[in-house]
């Protein structure tokens, strides 16, 4: 499975989920079992201005054959916010 394969099965799972539909996908990589690891964000709050959304990171480890084996909240921010 390539990883542009392994982020659209970890979005899917996710979706199914959670029902919550992902904003951007900020990272993946592949786990020493073969499976993939997705670093998902998206919207837990929507606020006005757009700045001050209430924005989650989730962790979803899918299997070498796209199947969902975990998924975790890693962290929550506000959209405004930056990372230095």
Excluded: N
Excluded at 47 to 76: F, Q
């Amino acid at each position: 499975m390539t990883a542009a394969h392994a982020i659209r099965a970890a979005v899917t799972q996710f979706h199914t989920l959670t029902s919550r539909e992902p904003d951007g996908v900020t990272g993946v990589r592949k786990t020493p079992e073969g499976g993939w690891s997705v670093l998902v964000d998206v919207v837990e709050l929507e606020r006005i201005p757009a700045t001050t959304t209430v924005m989650a990171t989730y962790r979803v480890d899918v299997d070498p054959a796209g199947e969902l084996l975990a998924c975790e909240r890693l962290r929550r921010y506000t959209r405004g916010t930056t990372d230095l």
